[in-house]
């Protein structure tokens, strides 16, 4: 008999990272915003820290310590120039990393932008039983993300597996 699956709403925390954007300027994570709310889920936190290895991990981190925050969508800081350090940022924080996130998310990105998605660096984990999922700074690349992937692994709809079902055994020992 096949189980009735329920929409299981997300708290969910976007952190941009530029050292130009301003919240009236921020399109990729008012996107992220707009995407995860009208998929159901909750904003938990919304901020915006300067392209910094320092200031990104410490916002993250206070994510991770707080239970409330289950998912955290980073955008921006990427990429392959001096000042890009989300991936730097963020790894030495994961206890696990979702290597398939990232390959997908190229592959994904090949059919609008050809070779050039080879720049991306976008990269996922888990930390502390939370999700972390770092995107790069462009609106479409946001949109492909989210549309293309993190809408349905983040839906305990979604079959044959999700991310969302996990959640209460990412701390299991």
């Known amino acids: 008999m096949p189980v009735d699956r329920s929409f299981l ?68 800081g990427t990429g392959l120039t001096g000042r890009d350090g989300t991936p730097e940022a963020i790894g030495p924080l994961l206890d696990k990393a979702i290597e398939g996130f990232g390959e997908l998310f190229r592959w994904i990105s090949y059919a609008d932008i050809k070779t050039s998605t080879i720049q991306s ?25 989210w549309d293309h992937i993190l809408k349905d692994q983040l839906d305990a709809r979604h079959r044959p597996c999700n991310f969302a079902d996990l959640l209460p055994r990412l701390t299991e020992l």
């Not at 660096?121 to 492909?144: D, E, K, M």
């Open 9 to 76: 709403p997300l708290n969910i925390a976007v952190l941009t990272v530029s050292d130009t954007r301003t919240e009236a300027s921020d399109r990729s994570g008012q996107l992220l915003v707009d995407r995860l709310t009208e998929a159901g889920h909750h904003l938990a936190e919304k901020a915006i820290v300067p392209d910094n290895i320092y200031q990104i991990r410490a916002i993250v981190s206070q994510w991770i310590a707080d239970n409330r925050v289950q998912v955290i969508l980073t955008t921006g």
């Open 121 to 145: 660096r976008a990269i996922a984990g888990v930390a502390n039983g939370t999700y972390l999922f770092c995107l790069p700074g462009s609106t479409g690349a946001c949109q492909t993300a």
